[in-house]
């Protein structure tokens, strides 16, 4: 039943945020081995023995490489197993939202679980290890050394790009069939070869995550992962459909 005037395009904003809200919380519970460790790891970091331990890390990191990377090496595992494939799932589910006006949310979450599971566990080992490797150099050389090094900032800057190019691994995979070496090398032609739409989706999920951190922190599990997702597929298939006439993938 379609409503009128006011009453409609509230209607319409109240679906639209129910949508948001049951998607993220799919990711969430999908997601709930990482988001246990990672609370364990806040939890653990809030406390003072844990701060006054994780600035004993930083600071002395060569005499803390082992708890270090046990760390990095769990977070990455869980990462890969759990969030890529729940994120590609998400960001599927967003773009049957835009492009096809589909309204159902749990089947077609899971449906696009299952689809592109092999894809996202592959493209998760490969951006994990990546951003580990950085990650650790960007550790060492920036926090470590306390000074700033041009290596130190060249690790930060690749480090930066591949993370913005994990948002265009999942736009790729929920919206063309590509291989996964096809769809890794996109993301970062996008990334470095599109700057108008990287700093766009940048700003975008900066302000979300100021605004839900800062403003609204109770809402970011009901919201955050699912408005990133949402608005950043947006602005990614506005500049696809400019580059290529590609029959999207169902």
């Known amino acids: 039943m379609e409503y009128p005037g006011l009453l409609g395009a509230v209607f319409k904003f109240a679906q639209w945020l129910v949508k948001m809200i049951f998607a993220n919380l799919l990711w969430f519970f999908t997601s709930l081995p990482l988001t246990f460790f990672s609370l364990y790891l806040l939890d653990v970091a809030l406390t003072e023995d ?16 082992i708890p270090t990377s046990l760390i990095i090496f769990i977070g990455a595992i869980l990462s890969t197993v759990f969030l890529f494939p729940a994120t590609s799932a998400l960001f599927s589910v967003v773009r049957q939202w835009h492009i096809n006006e589909d309204e159902t949310t749990v089947k077609n979450f899971f449906v696009y679980y299952k689809a592109n599971y092999k894809q996202s566990i592959l493209g998760g080992l490969f951006f994990n290890t990546l951003l580990s490797f950085m990650f650790i150099n960007v550790w060492f050389y920036l926090i470590y050394n306390g000074s700033t090094t041009i290596l130190g900032i060249i690790f930060l800057i690749i480090y930066v790009i591949s993370c913005i190019a994990c948002v265009y691994f999942f736009c790729l995979v929920s919206h063309v069939k590509m291989n996964v070496k096809q769809i890794l090398k996109n993301s970062f032609v996008l990334t470095i070869g599109k700057p108008i739409t990287t700093l766009f989706i940048c700003l975008n999920t900066s302000l979300i995550l100021f605004v839900l951190v800062f403003v609204f922190p109770y809402l970011m599990v009901f919201f955050a992962v699912s408005l990133i997702a949402y608005f950043s597929f947006i602005l990614f298939e506005k500049m696809f459909s400019t580059l290529v006439d590609t029959k999207p993938s169902s």
Request: net charge neutral.
């Open 50 to 65: 844990g701060v006054a331990g994780l600035r004993e890390i930083l600071t002395n990191f060569p005499q803390h490489i």
